[in-house]
């Protein structure tokens, strides 16, 4: 793990919802698993005050790509930065996604800023069903940045603009019908709402998986007992003893945790 | 490695320099010291220790605000027998003075931890007592009462040890050159100010508090004036060791506190930003005095010149 500041390469919108961002650092980018995460000085005159976390997106040799979403003041910007221009960078922190699914097949159920790392797992590792839950199509990712991808892509939109219409759900739960569930296993990330849907259909089919959980972080190190999330071993900080935590870990909805 | 002598003394213990770390900010996990050596810490203070398990608050805990951040994280901490157990050996191998920060619902508790930590000696060096937790309900006390409880835990744990013992207060008490002069009488040996100022932030979609315990404590340097202004008032008016605390971000803050007076500095919301904080505000203090031509860092503390003042 390391703290470095870093120069910014290129910092592009991707599409209406997405922006890309890139930077080199040697020791950060070794050892990156997918799942794991980067906590970001925006600004060195604490404007934002904390660090933002960000998922890797792609790491290509001492190469580091974040994707990104304007979501707040801080991501508006990191949106302003150019190439030349510096963050201080501290990572991989967390755990990541597990790798070895096999002999089962991998299901990524992905939403909003949750599609970065199960993109990233798509490069890694093969994935059988691919699902990506959009507002509309204005947000579905151009095919350069989902081409790695192995098994099938599937969109849903809430307005049915692109793919299935509705929730990313209703993908699911098609997909489920096809399959057994001791032969796949889930790995999602995005709103907790969405997450929350997921391990729901999963749960009732007995069948396995992770979630990236999305809490807000302070120090990213396990210090502050802020991004606490529920589980069946008391309360624990997601930034180190996650953000990827196995359903059957969890305790208790994922919406709202007391 | 400095030609600075930072070198500072309170109450018989002796400190490598004065900086600490605000109690519930600071790692002892591998994460942590993959940026800090503890060792070139002054001292360290733990989180606070209870006297039995405490899981905190619902979620969400924590929010950010301008210059500083809310937090209700609610005392979340596995209680004495772990922290005696788990925690006692491992800071025994630092070779760095041990702080150990304690609050209780009752004089009991308090009484409970200090026979309790008084038995651990060769490690534990001082206590500090959370008198001043925004987060944790009082069972609705009044003031009074609230004053009654504070004085009577701080008297409680003189006679439970010899150990130097630093009262945590908060400016929500009162008037605190008051409180702190009621402490130190009943025999508290120093003060550690402040603790974090109770305050509320509204989501404005949802309209409710953006912390689930609807109020927290703000830290960071939104509240550095108010915590330069009190350890200022209650050096001057007591002239006891006081560890400073609020807002601490870079070596120009601490020094702040230095020139009023402050003889420990305790470093918190910072090292959620910047891991390595404590180190570099170290590098930076001793920068400040080979610029000021200050070989000792007493020539610093306290030097703050009222003839000085700009005033038309
Ligand atoms: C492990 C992890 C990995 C992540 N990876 C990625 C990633 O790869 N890509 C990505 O884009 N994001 C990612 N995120 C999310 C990202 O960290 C957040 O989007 C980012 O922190 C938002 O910062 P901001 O300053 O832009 O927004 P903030 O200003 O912090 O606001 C966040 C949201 O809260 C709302 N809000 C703030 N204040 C109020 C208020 N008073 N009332 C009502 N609403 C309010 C804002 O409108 C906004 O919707 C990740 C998060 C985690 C935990
Ligand atoms: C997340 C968090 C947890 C804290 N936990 C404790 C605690 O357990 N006991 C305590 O006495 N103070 C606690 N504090 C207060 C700090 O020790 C410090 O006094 C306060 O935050 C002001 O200093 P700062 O602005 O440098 O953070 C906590 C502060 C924060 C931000
Ligand atoms: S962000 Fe501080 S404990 Fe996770």
Redesign the interface.
């Known amino acids: 793990m390391a703290d470095e500041v870093v120069k910014i390469l290129d910092n592009r919108k991707v599409n209406e919802k997405y922006y890309k961002l890139s930077f080199c650092s040697h020791e950060i980018a070794r050892g990156a698993q997918p799942g794991q995460f980067l906590h970001i000085q925006i600004n060195p005159t604490l404007d934002p005050f904390w660090r933002r976390p960000f998922s890797f997106y792609r790491v290509d040799g001492d190469e580091i790509e974040i994707l990104y979403e304007i979501l707040g003041h801080g991501t508006a910007m990191l949106a302003q930065k150019q190439a030349g221009e510096v963050l201080k960078v501290m990572g991989p922190l967390g755990k990541p996604f597990r790798k070895a699914v096999k002999p089962k097949k991998r299901i990524c159920v992905a939403g909003g800023v949750g599609l970065p790392p199960l993109l990233y797992l798509a490069e890694c590792e093969d994935v059988d069903f691919f699902l990506i839950g959009a507002k509309s199509r204005s947000e579905v990712m151009p095919d350069s940045e989902l081409e790695h991808i192995k098994g099938t892509v599937m969109y849903s939109t809430n307005d049915g603009s692109y793919g299935v219409k509705g929730y990313v759900t209703v993908l699911l739960e098609q997909i489920l019908k096809e399959e057994r569930p001791e032969d796949v296993f889930i790995q999602t990330c995005g709103p907790m709402v969405m997450m929350q849907a997921v391990r729901d259909l999963a749960e009732a089919r007995y069948i396995k998986g992770e979630a990236s959980v999305d809490e807000t972080m302070a120090c990213g190190l396990g210090v502050c007992l802020g991004c606490m999330v529920k589980t069946h071993a008391g309360w624990l900080p997601s930034c180190t003893e996650g953000p990827v935590f196995d359903f059957s870990q969890l305790q208790g909805s994922l919406i709202c945790q007391t | 490695m400095s030609d600075v002598n930072l070198t500072t003394k309170i109450k018989g213990l002796t400190f490598r320099n004065p900086i600490t770390v605000g109690s ?4 002892t ?1 591998q ?2 010291l ?2 800090v050596d503890y060792e070139r810490l002054g001292a360290m203070t733990t989180k606070t220790i209870t006297r039995h398990p405490r ?2 608050n ?12 809310l ?1 209700a ?1 609610g005392l ?1 901490n596995r209680g004495l027998e772990e922290f005696l157990k788990n925690k006692i050996p491992l800071f025994a191998k630092i070779k760095t003075p041990l702080i150990v920060n304690i609050a209780g619902e009752a004089a009991g508790d308090f009484q409970h931890l200090a026979e309790a930590l008084h038995k651990e000696k060769d490690v534990v060096k001082a206590l500090e007592l959370n008198l001043s937790c925004p987060n944790v309900e009082e069972g609705g006390a009044g003031f009074m009462r609230k004053r009654e409880r504070i004085l009577e835990a701080v008297k409680v744990v003189r006679d439970a040890t010899d150990l130097p013992i630093f009262a945590k207060l908060s400016p929500e008490l009162g008037d605190v050159v008051e409180i702190a002069r009621d402490v130190i009488d009943v025999g508290a040996d120093g003060l550690t100010l402040i603790n974090t100022l109770k305050g509320m932030a509204v989501d404005t979609e949802r309209r409710c508090s953006r912390i ?1 315990n609807i109020t927290g404590g703000l830290s ?2 939104a509240i550095k004036p108010v915590a330069v202004r009190y350890v200022y008032e209650v050096k001057q008016a007591l002239g006891v060791p006081v560890i400073a605390s609020g807002g601490i ?1 870079t070596a120009q803050d601490a020094i702040e506190f230095l020139i009023v007076g402050a003889d420990l500095l305790a470093v918190g ?1 910072a ?6 904080a404590t180190m570099e505000i170290l590098d930076g203090i001793s920068q400040y005095c080979r610029d000021h031509d200050i070989t000792h860092i007493d020539e610093l503390r306290g030097s703050f010149h009222h003839e000085n003042q700009i005033s038309g």
């Open positions: 519930g900010t600071f790692g996990k994460d942590f993959d940026y899981t905190g619902p979620m969400p805990r924590i929010c950010e605000t301008s210059a500083g951040m937090n994280i979340q689930a960071g340097p971000m919301t090292n959620f930003i910047n891991p390595r």
